[in-house]
C-alpha cells in the first residue's frame, strides 16, 4: 500500500461528491491566521536513509546522560525480550476485546496480569490497568467516596507526590470533593499517627498512604491504615510495584490489610520514553470490586466445558452510557499491561526482590559516600527505599546545573513544591548503576559544591 492512497484524480472525484471545488474550500471554516502555511521545519521529503542519518544526528546531539532522577518514574533494566515479545503484531496491534470469541489471547494476557498484581499487591482482585499512577489515585478517590457514601472528603498526605495530589484536586473538584492535605513531621519526613488526632472528629471517606512515599521515606503503613479502619474510613494505598518486592504488600497492612491499592507501573518493564506512555494499576479488596472502575477480566468455562476468558463484572453499557458509569474509564493501557506481563513473567518473584534489594543498597551506598561531603547530609532520619532526599550547602540548582555539564542528571531539586525544606535534592538510585557510577556521580558532586565557593 502506498503512503498516500489517494491519486490526484481519487481526490477529485471525493471533492465532486460533496460539491467542493479543492481542499482549501473544504476546511475554509479554519481563520487564516491559525492556518500554519509552509512547515518550516521539516525537512522536504528524503529517502528512508536519509531519514535514519538525520534522526542519528538529532539524537547525538541529546547526548548520554547518568540517570539520578526518580521521583515517580524510574530506569530499570528492562530484558531485551520484553519489547521483542511485545512489538509482535499480534500483541501491537490487539482489539478491544468485547467480543470474547475473538479476543482469547487479550483477555487471557490481562487475566494473567490481573493475577500478578493482586499477588504483588496482597490484594483481592485487580483491574486490567489506567492510564498512569496519578489518574489511578483520582479513580481510587472517588471510588472510596461512592463506596463510603456518606463522606465526601479525602485525607491525603503532603507525602504524596505533588502532581498526584494535582491530579487528583482536578479531578474531583467539580464533584463536591474535598481534599484535605496532611503535613509531615519535618524530622522523619513521614506523617506520624498521633498527627491525625486533630482530625479524630471529622469524617473522612479515604486516608492515602504512600509507600514509600515522595521522599523515598517509609511510612508507619500500619498504624495508618488502623487508624483510618477506625475511623470507619478506607486505606487507600500508594504504592511502588517493584519496592512491593521487598516490602509489607498493602493487603497485609495493618490488622485488616488497605482496601484499595493504586500506582505506576511504569518500573514494570516500561522504558521512561521523555515521560511515557505508561500505565496506572488498581486491585482492590473483594468487596470493593463492584465499585471498581475499568476493565476486569474473568476466567469461566463454556458449554462443552472449555476455560475461557470474558470481560466480567460490567456491561458494556457501563462503558459507553457514562451517565449511567461508575467511572469514565472504559479502557486500559493494552501495550504497556502486556510489557509488564512479560517483563514480571521474566523476572519472576525473586528477579524483582533482586532489583529491589540491589536498588536499596545502591542509595544506601551512595548516601553514605555524599554524606562525608562538607555541608552533605540526610534530611529525614527514617528509612528510605531507592530514594533519599540531602540537604546541601549551596543551591541546589546549582550543584544539577554543574552536574548535567559534566553528563550526570543528579536528581531533583524540592523548593518549588516543598519550599520550606530548603536547598534540597530528591536522589535516586536503580539495580541499573554501578560502583564506577557512584564513584563518579561523588566525585563530581564534591566539585559542583567546591565550585564558585
Known sequence: MPFIPHTEEDIEAMLASIGAESIDELFDEIPADLRTGTLTRVPPGMSEMEITRLMSERAQKDGFYLNFIGAGAYEHHIPAAVWQITTRGEYYSSYTPYQAEASQGTLQLLYEYQTMMASLTGMDVSNASLYDGASALAEAALMAVRQHRTSRRILIPQTVHPIYRSVVRAIVKNQAIEVVEIPYDQASGQILPEQLDQYGQEEFAALVIPQPNFFGVLEQVDA????????????????????????????????????????????????????????????????????????????????????????????????????????????????????????????????????????????????????????????????????????????????????????VLGGLRLEEHYPELGNTLLVCVTETKTADDLDKYVELFGQALTANA
Open 224 to 407: 495508618l491504615t488502623d487508624w483510618a479502619h477506625s475511623k470507619q474510613s478506607l486505606a487507600v494505598a500508594v504504592v511502588n510495584p517493584t519496592a512491593l518486592a521487598m516490602l509489607t504488600p498493602p493487603g497485609e497492612w495493618g490488622n485488616q490489610g488497605a482496601d484499595i491499592a493504586v500506582g505506576e507501573g511504569q518500573p514494570l518493564g516500561i522504558p521512561l520514553s521523555s515521560g511515557g506512555p505508561y500505565f496506572g494499576f488498581m486491585a482492590c479488596k473483594q468487596q470493593l470490586v463492584r465499585q471498581m472502575p475499568g476493565r476486569i477480566i474473568g476466567r469461566t468455562t463454556d458449554l462443552n466445558n472449555q476455560e475461557g476468558f470474558v470481560l466480567t463484572l460490567q456491561a458494556r453499557e457501563q462503558h459507553i452510557r457514562r451517565s449511567k458509569a461508575t467511572s469514565n474509564i472504559c479502557t486500559n493501557q493494552g501495550l504497556m499491561v502486556t510489557a509488564a506481563t512479560i517483563y514480571m513473567s521474566l523476572v519472576g518473584p525473586e528477579g524483582l526482590y533482586r532489583i529491589a534489594a540491589q536498588s536499596h543498597e545502591n542509595t544506601w551506598s551512595l548516601v553514605e559516600k555524599l554524606e562525608k561531603l562538607p555541608g552533605v547530609k540526610k534530611t529525614f532520619n527514617a528509612p528510605f527505599f531507592h530514594e533519599a532526599v540531602l540537604s546541601l550547602p549551596k543551591p541546589a540548582a546549582q550543584v544539577l546545573d554543574s552536574l548535567k555539564a559534566q553528563g
